[in-house]
């Protein structure tokens, strides 16, 4: 008999009968991140092999092979030719592109998925405001303050400027004990930079404001005020949200 697997809640996993279909696919998939929960592996450890795999989930090397293939679409699993299989990095690249995708073919209100993504990112902004100014506070930032001036001098220029506003929200979040939002925010950042041009939208008469909202958002973290760091987002995000007919928060 196959041996059992146990799942992330402590239960075995049991052989699923063959000829399961879709299903049967499904749960292999589903085994194969069970066990990477179970055993605590961690991005960069080495999954057993494909034999070993077929061994422990009872399934065959076809089941484990397009699970493997689906699990590293998503970035859960890294496939080295010649070297193995390892835990991913998780990154939320797959959820980018399909986002990006979702943006620009979204039937019927072109705008509507971009509108979408604009409110997350202004949910977040808004959301983290009262850790980001607490961890910013009473600190200066010069690499910060770089940014916001070259961002303005661009601005000036009637020219974008997506690497320094990436790299300013970035820095934002850099003292925050919380991974996870750092990704959500770029992932975001980054669904809402290459929709923009795909749909011929430009708000580049308001870029200014836009570029001195972030000098205000610094400004206000650093001296502790939240209530201000909470203006300085809606600030930063209207220019966008009137081009959209986004409710600000």
Partial sequence: MAAEIRSSYGAPTPEVPRGAGA???????????DFIL?????????????????ERLGVSR???REAVRTLSTLGIVDVRHGHGTYVGAMSLDALVEMLVV?????????????????????VLDHGMAERIVASLAGT???????????????????????????????????????????????????????????????????MDQTARAHGLMLDAA????????????????????????????
Avoid at 24 to 33: D, L, M
Avoid at 38 to 54: I, K, N, Q, S, V
Avoid at 102 to 122: K, T, W
């Fill in 222 to 249: 650093e001296a502790g005020d939240a209530r201000a760091f909470h203006a300085a987002v809606t600030s930063h995000y209207d220019p966008i949200g009137k081009a959209l007919g986004v409710t600000t928060p």
């Fill in 102 to 122: 979702r943006g620009v073919l979204s039937p019927g209100d072109d705008l509507r998925a971009l509108r979408d993504v604009v409110e997350i990112r202004q």
């Fill in 23 to 33: 299903s049967r696919r499904a749960t292999t998939t589903g085994q194969i991140k």
């Fill in 62 to 64: 076809s089941s484990v």
């Fill in 140 to 206: 200066s930032n010069p690499g910060l303050h770089a940014l916001v001036d070259e961002m303005v001098a661009e601005a000036a220029e009637g020219r974008a400027f997506p690497r320094q506003d990436r790299a300013f929200h970035t820095g934002l979040l850099a003292r925050l004990d919380n991974a996870l939002v750092g990704q959500l925010v770029s992932a975001f950042w980054e669904v809402h930079t290459v929709v923009v041009p795909t749909l011929g939208l430009s708000v580049a008469a308001d």
């Fill in 38 to 54: 179970a055993e605590g592996l961690r991005p960069g450890d080495l999954l057993p092999t494909e034999t070993e795999l077929c």
